[in-house]
């Protein structure tokens, strides 16, 4: 029952809202780097079915991800302190769902994200929480206490998560 319930979890935080910006352009043809220059300045949303994207047998990304590559982007995710009972921190992981990594096998590489925050700055570590998260996404593999990550990001800015409204 455990397992089911953190399965919903995780797949609840992958349908988040707040991708329309990228999805519908794209849908409608534009190319990925056409959506990004429309972006402009403001940082791209994207979701963990973005990130998922890269094969975990080869390392390979698709050009839609490799095109993410040192933007700044915005994602729905849940913090992971790197030690336990730390209720702040200025390095930890972005999961997708409530729970992953503690006393459970750690999600897959392409679905962790390792954060250094800029200039050092400590964000509040809420387990329960999820948050938007906004920083530099960087495509480097990573060693962390629970696992390796495919993603490296410089932390900006964690605001608790609100649903897109429409």
């Known amino acids: 029952m455990r397992v089911l319930t953190r399965v919903l979890l995780g797949l609840m935080i992958l349908a988040l809202p707040g991708t329309e910006a990228v999805a519908e352009p794209v849908a409608a043809g ?3 780097a056409e959506v990004l220059r429309q972006v402009g300045d403001d940082p791209v ?3 963990w079915r973005t990130l998922a994207a890269l094969d975990l047998e080869t390392g390979d990304a698709p050009a839609s991800l490799k095109a993410l590559d ?3 982007v915005v994602i729905a ?3 992971v302190p790197l030690e336990d009972d730390m209720q702040q921190a200025d390095e930890f992981l972005l999961v997708p769902y409530f729970g992953a990594c503690v006393h459970t096998p ?3 590489p392409n679905q962790m994200v390792y954060v ?3 200039d050092r700055r400590t964000v509040k570590i809420g387990w329960w929480d999820p ?3 906004v920083g530099v996404l960087h495509l480097k593999q990573v060693e ?3 696992g390796a990550s495919y993603f490296e990001m410089e932390g900006l800015e964690s605001k608790p998560y609100k649903p897109a409204s429409k």
């Open 116 to 118: 250094k925050m800029k």
């Open 77 to 79: 995710a849940f913090i």
């Open 131 to 133: 948050v938007h998260f």
């Open 106 to 108: 750690p999600p897959p």
């Open 30 to 32: 534009l190319s990925f």
């Open 45 to 47: 949303p994207i979701d």
């Open 70 to 72: 040192g933007k700044r």
């Open 144 to 146: 962390s206490p629970y």
